[in-house]
């Protein structure tokens, strides 16, 4: 069966944003994160409709995602980068991608 494979952003960018973004309210009564409200900048597809969000970081910047590379695997595999407004970029190496294929 073919089906649509996200990989989302790269571990680097995953571990930038734990650290650097914004980080959602908690409801004062059960001590939960509310859901958060990011802004989409963008849109890609597959067999489906995906967004692409831009994160507020605490330092008052935002960083952007965008799909870096699209791969075929039993169906479209889609990896995702990072972009930091005057910042670093976050992508998947070319042996991050290669690991992934080959788990697959």
């Given at each position: 069966m073919r089906c649509d494979q996200p990989?989302?952003?790269?571990?680097?960018?995953?571990?930038?944003?734990?650290?650097?973004?914004?980080?959602?309210?908690?409801?004062?009564?059960?001590?939960?994160?509310?859901p958060r409200q990011l802004e989409v900048v963008g849109e890609y597809a597959g067999f489906n409709e995906y967004?692409?969000?831009?994160?507020?970081?605490k330092d008052g910047r935002t960083a952007d995602e965008f799909l870096q590379a699209v791969r075929w695997s039993s169906g479209p595999m889609f990896f995702l980068g990072l972009g930091v407004l005057d910042g670093p970029k976050f992508i998947w190496s070319e042996k991050e991608i290669e690991q992934v294929e080959e788990a697959e």
């Open positions: 990989q989302g952003l790269p571990p680097a960018a995953n571990a930038f944003l734990a650290e650097f973004e914004i980080q959602p309210i908690c409801c004062e009564a059960c001590k939960r994160p509310l967004s692409l969000h831009r994160h507020q970081l």
